[in-house]
C-alpha cells in the first residue's frame, strides 16, 4: 500500500524557508510571487496498516506545537502548487532516516523492496502563468538532473486525488551478466571501446592486446575458465588507466620550447621532477615529515603523540552539472582521504574554494547554471557537508571570473589528527597481508558515478536511476567515522583506504599491490538495488563507503563495532599472494588481472609546450595618468567582487565545532574581517595549535604562471605566518586545475600555450618549495577546465578557466597564545609596512578596475623575502607585534583600509614613508600587488625594540592608528590625498554583497 | 568523595562529544562518551553502560540523524521509544539534564522541556528555523536571569557563547512563554552589547527567537536547554576578542594567565550541584 503524509507549518507561523524561496524567486526571475509555503510529503511504500500510519504520523513526523498533518492533501490556498521529488536512484537520506525510524517505532523490519520517500510541496501565491510556474521550478526549487517536478493549477487540482503517490523505487529488471570483448585487432577493440563507453586510451589499446594474447596469461586465463577478456576487466583497466586515477598528464612528456629563444628543454614526468623530488630532499631535513606522496593524505608530526594529515582535491565537473550535490560530494568526500591515511585520522577542518562566473553576470552566454544559482548551490552543499559531518569549516576562497562560466571550481581540503602509533607502530603505517579479509563498511552499491556520459544519453524512464549524479551522505560517513576510530583505536585495521574514484576497483586493486593478490566475490557486495551488472559493482562509485583490511582474528570485535555504530560492514573476499586480482560472482570467475598489469608497459603521455613570454606576446604596461579621487577610487576598489566582503558564506559554515577554534576566519572588533589564516587547538588538552591559510591568485596567470605560482605561495605563506605559524614548519598542498593542454589543431588550437603554462607553473612550485623548505604534503591535479556555452545565435563558444593553482599551507604554532590576528587593536599604535613595494600592478586588481591587463606581474625573490619571513616571525614569537596582516590582491590601500576597518581605528599614512622607489607614483604605491609584504602595527612604546629587531631590513613606519575614525592619506609631496571615515569604507566594502544571509 | 559522573550521548550524527567531555571534565567531572545504543542494548557489547550509574546526563550538539524530520526529532524519538523508563528513573532521582543545541531540540521534542507541573513526556517547545532562513555560526551574549531555579548557571550574570544552529527559533504558545517567564524557567535570553535583550534584532539574537529566549530550565531547575554551546567556550583562546585582551594585558605588562573558558562554569555548576546535593545526600544516607 502506498500512503503519502503531508506535514505543513500551522498558518499562523512564518515559514522562513518559504520566504526565503518567494524572496529568491523575486530577485533572480523578476517574478510576481507574494508568498510560498512548503509542504514536507512523505511516501511510503511499506505494508503499514491505518494504526501504524497513524502513529507514524502522531509521534514521528508532526510537531503538534508547530506543525499539521493529514494522509489527505493539506494544500492551503495557492494560485500555483508545485511539487519537487528525486529521481530514483538519487540518494534520499531523509527517506532512509524515516524508514529507520518507524522500524523503531513499531518495531518491526521494512522488508527489502519497502521504504519511504520524502519530497516537498510548495504552494505559491503570486499572479505568474504556467510557464513562470514552471521556470521557477526548474530554475529555483528543482535541478532536472535529480529531481523531478508537477506543476498544479487551480482548474486542475482535485484535493482528494491531491499530488497523487510517485514512488521514486530503482527498478532495472536486469539479469547481471559478464559480456566478453573481441580482440581481433587494435581497431576492433577502439571500435568498441567507443561503443561500450569504455573510454580506453588510444595508445593503450596495443599493450592491452599484448597482454590478454599473451602465452601464460591465457594458460592462467584458461585455468578459471576464461578467455577473451570480459567486460569487467577492460572497465576496470580504463577506470585504473584515467587520467583521474593515474595522472597521466602530470606524469606526461613535456616538448618545452621557449619561440623566442628557440630553447628547448624535455620535461619527463612533472610529478617526479617538479613535486616528487624536492619534497624527497625537504622530507630528509625536516623531521615533521612523516609520510608524503604515497597515501590518500600526507602526514606530518603535531607533537610527540600526534600526527596530522592533510590533502585537498577538486570536484569541479560534477559540481558544475549538479552544484549542490556536486560540492557536498566534494567535501564529504575529501574527507574520506584523512580517514583513509595511515590507520585513520579524525577529521579535524575541512576548507572549500569556489571558483565561478560573476554573480550579476548578464552577458549574452548561457551556462546551464547561471553563476549566482550555481554558487547558491555549491556554498549549501558544502554548507550540509561540513557541518553536519561535524568538523569545522573556518576557511576557503571565492572568486568571480567569467572564465569559470565553462565550468566551475571547486576546491575542498581536509586535515586530520590521529595519535603517533597504534599497537607499537607508528600509525602512518599500513599493509595487507595473506590472509586478511576485505571488508566494505558504509553505504551500499548503486549505479552511482558509472559512465556519467552514458547515463546521460539514455531515455530516462520513471524508474531510471538518474545514477550518474551522486548525493553525498554526511549523516551516513559521520556514523562510519566515528565508528573507524574506535575500531583504529583498537588496533582491529590492518590497512584502510576510501572509495572514491573508481570505486573498489580502485581500493582494492591499489591495497592489493602489499600482499600482491585478492580475491573478491562480487556478489557479496551489498547492492541498493538489484540488477546491477558485475562490472558495475567493481567500478562504481557509490559514496561514504570504505575498504578495510582485518586479520581474521579481529573480524568478530569489528563487526560487534560496527553494528553498535548502526555501519554496515561486509566481508567481501581476501588479500592473498597469488599475483593476481581475481573477481568472482556466484562462484565464477568474471575477471583475473596479474597485479602488474597496471604497472607497467603503459606509454606515456606527451604534449607539446611552447612558450612566448609576455612582452613577446604583445603585453604592455597601460598608458594611466594618475588618479585625483583617491577617496572615490579606494571604495571602488573595495567594492570589487573579489575584494569585498562575503561574509555570508563563512557565517553558513559551522567553524567551531569541536571546540578548539583559536583564529577564526572573521576576525576585529566587529567580528567582521577575513582573517589571514585559521588557527585551532586540535588536542584540548594541549596549547599547541595547527595553523592553516591559502591563496590563489589565477589573474597572474594571463600573464605568467611562473610568477602566478610564485605568488600564490608565497602569499600563503605569509599568511600562515602572520597568525603565528612557524617558518620551519610549512607543509603545502597544491591543487592545480588547468584547460585542457592537449593540442588540437579545431579543438584546443592553444594547447600547447597552456601547456607551456603547466610546466612554468611546476618549475615555480618546485624553485619555491625548496626556496622556502616546504614538503608538498599532498596534492592534487585536475584538468580540463573547459566548457561549450551557447550564445544568442545558437552557436557554442569555447570557455576556459584560468590556470589555477589553489595552495594550502599548514604550519604548527608551539603556544596558542602567542598567535596574533590583523585588526589593529589601539589607537596611537605604529603602522608599519615590511617589504618593498614595486612597480607590480600587472594582473592586478587596479589594472582590471581599468580595463587593463598590464606587463608588470609581480614576482618574489625569496633570498630577500626568506630572511624577512624568519625576523618578522621572532617579532610575533617576542611579542613585539600587536597585529598582523598580508598584503594580498589590492594593495596596500586595500589592506590597510581593511586592518583600520577591523579595528575599528582611524589611519594616518604617509606615503613617502613607504618603501618603494623614488619614482614610484601613489596609484602604484597604493595598489601594486608586490609580493613579500606585511602591515603591523606596533605598540609605540615597543618602537625602538621593533626597529632594532628588523635592523638593515626594508621596513617602513608609514604612520599611526587614530581614535578619530579618518582613514587619511598623505601623498609623497606632503598634501593629504585622501580622507574617508572607515566606516563609511567599510560601507562600500559590505555593498555588493553584505546584505546576503 | 564519590565521582561526580557525567555521560556524553554520541552516535547517529551527534558530534559535539569530544568538547563537551573535556569540558566536563576541566569541570571536576568524570566524565564519558558513550553511544547512544550502548545505552539502549545495555550488555550487547560489552560495556554494560547503564543511565542509572551516572548523575548528569548530556544531550549534546549535533546533526543526530542528519536533522532530517525535523532538528532532534529522531534522537527524541529514539530515546523516548527505548529509554524512557530509565529517563523517568533519573529524573526522578534528581539527577540533572542539559540539552545544548542539537540536545536542546532533541529534550524539547522529548518532552523533557518545558515540563510544566512536572510532566515530561509533552511537547510545548519547539525549535523552528532561524528566521534569516540559513544556519549561522556567530558568537552572542547572554542576560542570565538570576531569579531561575536553574543550577547551571548559578552565579553567572552574563555570558558570551558562540552559536551555531539553522533552527533555534524558540516557539512556544503565548499562554506558555509566559508561564516560562512567570516560572523563572527562562534561563537566559539573547542580549545587545549593552546587556540588554536583544528585541529580536539580527545578528544578536541569531535566530528570530520569541522575546530572545535562548535558554529554558524545568520547573526544578535541574533539567536545562539551551542553543549556544558553552563546551565550545572552554579556552580562554576560544573567544574572539583574546587576542585583543592579550594585547592589552601585555601593556599593562600582564600575560594572559587565565585560560579557562566561561562556558567550563555552566558545567562546572553542575557538577558542584551534584557533589553538594547528590553525593552529600548520598554519604548521609548509607
Known amino acids: 500500500m502506498v500512503a503519502r503524509l503531508e506535514i505543513a507549518l500551522k498558518e499562523t507561523l512564518l515559514d522562513a524557508d518559504g520566504a526565503g524561496i518567494a524572496r529568491k524567486t523575486r530577485d533572480y526571475l523578476g517574478l510576481n510571487v507574494d508568498s510560498v509555503r512548503v509542504i514536507r510529503v512523505l511516501t511510503f511504500d511499506a505494508a503499514l496498516d491505518h494504526d501504524q500510519l497513524e502513529r507514524a504520523r502522531v509521534d514521528l513526523f508532526t510537531n503538534p506545537v508547530t506543525e499539521e498533518s493529514s494522509f489527505a492533501s493539506i494544500a492551503p490556498n495557492f494560485d500555483w502548487l508545485i511539487w519537487v521529488g528525486l529521481r530514483p536512484g538519487v540518494r534520499d537520506t531523509a527517506g532512509s532516516t524515516a524508514a529507520e525510524a518507524i522500524e523503531d517505532l513499531l518495531k518491526i523490519r521494512l522488508r527489502p523492496h519497502e521504504g519511504v520517500y520524502t519530497s516537498k510541496l510548495y504552494a505559491v501565491i503570486g499572479s505568474m502563468s504556467r510557464a513562470q510556474a514552471e521556470t521557477m521550478a526548474k530554475e529555483i526549487l528543482a535541478n532536472e538532473i535529480i529531481q523531478q517536478w508537477r506543476v498544479f493549477g487551480l482548474e486542475e487540482w482535485e484535493p482528494a486525488v491531491g499530488i497523487g503517490h510517485v514512488v521514486p523505487r530503482v527498478i532495472l529488471n536486469h539479469k547481471p551478466q559478464v559480456g566478453t570483448i573481441a580482440i581481433g585487432s587494435d581497431d576492433e577493440l577502439k571500435r568498441i571501446s567507443k561503443k561500450r563507453n569504455l573510454a580506453l586510451q588510444e595508445t593503450d589499446i596495443p599493450v592491452i592486446r599484448q597482454y590478454f594474447l599473451r602465452e601464460d596469461i591465457l594458460a592462467d586465463r584458461s585455468a578459471e575458465g576464461l578467455s577473451l577478456p570480459t567486460d569487467v576487466e577492460l572497465e576496470y583497466i580504463s577506470q585504473s588507466r584515467s587520467d583521474h586515477c593515474n595522472h597521466n598528464t602530470f606524469r606526461g612528456l613535456f616538448k618545452y620550447v621557449d619561440l623566442s629563444t628557440g630553447r628547448r628543454e624535455v620535461v619527463n614526468n612533472l610529478f617526479k621532477t617538479c613535486i616528487e623530488a624536492p619534497t624527497l630532499d625537504i622530507q630528509d631535513q625536516k623531521e615533521w615529515v612523516v609520510s608524503v606522496l604515497w597515501d590518500n593524505a600526507g602526514v606530518a608530526r603535531f607533537d610527540d603523540r600526534h600526527y596530522y594529515v592533510v590533502t585537498g582535491e577538486t570536484h569541479n565537473s560534477p559540481s558544475n552539472m549538479e552544484a549542490y550535490g556536486g560540492s557536498l560530494t566534494g567535501i564529504v568526500g575529501i574527507y574520506r582521504d584523512p580517514m583513509g591515511t595511515g590507520k585513520g585520522s579524525k577529521l579535524i577542518l575541512g576548507t572549500y574554494g569556489f571558483c565561478v562566473g560573476p554573480r550579476d553576470y548578464q552577458g549574452e552566454l548561457k551556462p546551464r547554471l547561471h553563476p549566482r544559482r550555481l554558487l547558491d548551490g555549491v556554498i549549501e552543499g558544502v554548507k550540509d557537508g561540513g557541518n553536519k559531518s561535524g568538523i569545522p569549516t573556518p576557511f576557503g576562497q571565492l572568486l568571480f571570473h567569467e572564465g569559470y562560466m565553462g565550468k566551475c571550481l571547486v576546491f575542498v581540503t581536509a586535515l586530520g589528527i590521529m595519535p603517533a602509533t597504534i599497537g607499537n607502530e607508528s600509525s602512518h603505517l599500513k599493509r595487507t597481508s595473506p590472509g586478511d579479509l576485505i571488508i566494505m563498511s558504509g553505504g551500499r552499491v548503486g549505479k552511482d558515478g558509472i559512465h556519467g556520459v552514458t547515463a546521460s544519453s539514455e531515455a530516462y524512464t520513471e524508474h531510471t536511476p538518474a545514477g550518474h549524479v551522486q548525493i553525498g551522505d554526511p549523516y551516513t560517513q559521520k556514523k562510519m567515522h566515528d565508528f573507524l576510530l574506535e575500531a583504529r583505536d583498537e588496533n582491529l585495521i590492518a590497512f584502510i583506504t576510501d572509495n572514491g574514484g573508481g570505486g573498489l576497483s580502485s581500493s582494492i586493486g591499489e591495497s592489493a599491490r602489499f600482499s600482491n593478490g585478492a580475491r573478491v566475490d562480487l556478489d557479496k557486495v551489498p547492492l541498493k538495488y538489484e540488477g546491477l551488472d558485475q562490472w558495475e559493482i567493481w567500478i562504481s562509485e557509490s559514496q561514504e563507503r570504505m575498504t578495510v583490511a582485518v586479520k581474521p582474528e579481529n573480524l568478530k570485535r569489528f563487526m560487534v563495532l560496527s553494528a553498535k555504530h548502526a555501519v554496515e560492514s561486509t566481508v567481501i573476499g581476501e588479500y592473498n599472494d597469488s599475483g593476481y586480482l581475481k573477481l568472482d560472482y556466484q562462484g565464477k570467475t568474471c575477471a583475473l588481472i596479474k597485479m602488474d598489469f597496471l604497472q607497467s608497459g603503459f606509454p606515456q603521455w606527451e604534449f607539446e609546450a611552447e612558450w612566448l613570454p609576455p612582452h613577446a606576446r604583445g603585453l604592455h604596461e597601460p598608458v594611466l595618468r594618475e588618479p585625483t579621487k583617491h577617496g572615490l577610487l579606494l571604495k571602488t576598489m573595495l567594492s570589487r567582487p573579489n575584494l569585498c566582503c562575503r561574509n555570508w558564506v563563512a557565517r553558513q559554515y559551522d567553524h567551531e565545532v569541536q571546540g578548539g577554534s583559536v583564529i577564526k576566519p572573521l576576525v576585529g572588533k566587529g567580528r567582521d574581517i577575513p582573517s589571514d589564516a585559521v588557527v585551532l587547538r586540535p588536542i584540548l588538552e594541549s596549547v599547541r595549535g595547527l595553523a592553516v591559510s591559502q591563496a590563489l591568485n589565477p589573474f597572474y596567470s594571463e600573464i605568467d604562471t611562473y610568477h602566478m605560482t610564485a605568488v600564490t605561495i608565497d602569499e600563503a605563506i605569509r599568511r600562515v605566518l602572520c597568525v603565528g605559524g612557524d617558518p620551519d614548519h610549512l607543509g603545502g598542498v597544491d591543487n592545480f586545475c588547468w584547460p585542457t593542454i592537449l593540442h588540437h589543431p579545431d579543438e584546443n588550437p592553444d594547447g600547447k600555450y597552456k601547456a607551456a603554462q603547466l610546466v612554468r607553473a611546476n618549475w615555480a612550485l618546485k624553485d619555491y618549495c625548496l626556496a622556502y623548505r616546504i614538503p608538498l604534503l599532498s596534492g592534487k591535479d585536475s584538468m580540463y577546465v573547459d566548457g561549450l556555452l551557447e550564445g544568442p545565435f545558437g552557436e557554442r563558444r569555447k570557455v576556459s578557466g584560468l590556470p589555477t593553482l589553489l595552495f594550502t599551507v599548514s604550519s604548527v604554532v608551539r603556544d596558542i597564545r602567542t598567535c596574533v590576528t590583523m585588526d589593529a587593536k589601539f589607537a596611537g599604535d605604529l603602522v608599519y609596512v615590511l617589504g618593498e613595494t614595486k612597480n607590480e600592478l600587472g594582473g592586478g586588481e587596479y589594472y582590471q578596475l581599468m580595463g587593463k591587463l598590464g606587463l608588470h606581474v609581480p614576482k618574489v625573490d625569496p633570498d630577500v623575502t626568506w630572511p624577512l619571513y624568519r625576523t618578522f616571525h621572532e617579532a610575533i614569537m617576542k611579542g613585539l607585534i600587536a597585529s598582523a596582516h598580508t598584503v594580498s590582491r589590492g594593495g596596500l590601500g586595500v589592506h590597510l583600509a581593511l586592518v583600520a576597518m577591523a579595528g575599528p581605528l582611524g589611519m594616518e599614512i604617509d606615503l613617502e614613508a613607504v618603501p618603494a622607489a623614488d619614482d614610484l607614483p601613489h596609484s602604484a604605491i597604493l595598489y601594486s600587488e608586490s609580493a613579500g609584504r606585511f602591515i603591523v602595527t606596533v605598540d609605540p612604546e615597543k618602537k625602538q625594540a621593533f626597529e632594532e629587531h628588523f635592523s638593515g631590513m626594508k621596513i617602513g613606519c608609514i604612520g599611526r592608528t587614530t581614535e578619530s575614525p579618518l582613514f587619511r592619506v598623505k601623498g609623497r609631496d606632503g598634501d593629504w590625498i585622501m580622507e574617508e571615515n572607515v566606516h563609511e569604507l567599510k560601507e562600500w566594502w559590505k555593498k555588493p554583497f553584505g546584505h546576503l544571509v | ?286
Not at chain 2, 554520541?10 to 562518551?33: I, P, V
Not at chain 2, 550487547?44 to 536533522?67: C, M, N, T
Not at chain 2, 553542575?270 to 548520598?282: E, F, G, I, K
Open chain 2, 1 to 286: 568523595m564519590r565521582h561526580v559522573k557525567a555521560l556524553v550521548l554520541t552516535g547517529f550524527g551527534l558530534n559535539c562529544d569530544y568538547e563537551t567531555d573535556y569540558s566536563l571534565k576541566l569541570a571536576g567531572a568524570e566524565s564519558h562518551r558513550i553511544h547512544i545504543n550502548e545505552i539502549i542494548c545495555g550488555d550487547g557489547w560489552g560495556s554494560g553502560v547503564k543511565l542509572e550509574d551516572y548523575h548528569i546526563l548530556v544531550f549534546g550538539g549535533g546533526f543526530s540523524w542528519a536533522d532530517d524530520h525535523g532538528a532532534g526529532v529522531l534522537l527524541g524519538s529514539k530515546i523516548g521509544f527505548n529509554l524512557r523508563e530509565e529517563l523517568d528513573r533519573f529524573i526522578g532521582s534528581g539527577k540533572l539534564v542539559i540539552g545544548i543545541c542539537n540536545g536542546f531540540q532533541a529534550i524539547v521534542n522529548l518532552g523533557l522541556l518545558p515540563g510544566f507541573n512536572r510532566n515530561y513526556r509533552e511537547r510545548r517547545i519547539a525549535l523552528l528555523p532561524n528566521a534569516s532562513g540559513n544556519f549561522i555560526n556567530a558568537w552572542v551574549r547572554l542576560k542570565i536571569n538570576p531569579d531561575s531555579p536553574c543550577v547551571f548557571t548559578r552565579g553567572i550574570g552574563e555570558i558570551e557563547l558562540p552559536v551555531r544552529h539553522g533552527e533555534g527559533n524558540l516557539y512556544a504558545a503565548d499562554h506558555d512563554v509566559q508561564s516560562l517567564f512567570d516560572n523563572g524557567q527562562v534561563v537566559a535570553q539573547y542580549a545587545d552589547t549593552s546587556g540588554n535583550p536583544a528585541n529580536g534584532q539580527w545578528p544578536a539574537n541569531p535566530n528570530g527567537s520569541l522575546r530572545d529566549v535562548a535558554a529554558v530550565c524545568d520547573p526544578s531547575g535541574r533539567i536545562f536547554g539551551l542553543m549556544p554551546h558553552p563546551e565550545a567556550f572552554n579556552h580562554a583562546t576560544n573567544h574572539p576578542d583574546w587576542t585583543r585582551q592579550r594585547e592589552a594585558l601585555r601593556r599593562q605588562g600582564r600575560l594572559l594567565e587565565r585560560t579557562e573558558g566561561d562556558g567550563v562554569r555552566i558545567f562546572r555548576n553542575a557538577v558542584d550541584y551534584v557533589r553538594s546535593t547528590l553525593l552529600s545526600l548520598h554519604h548521609s544516607t548509607s
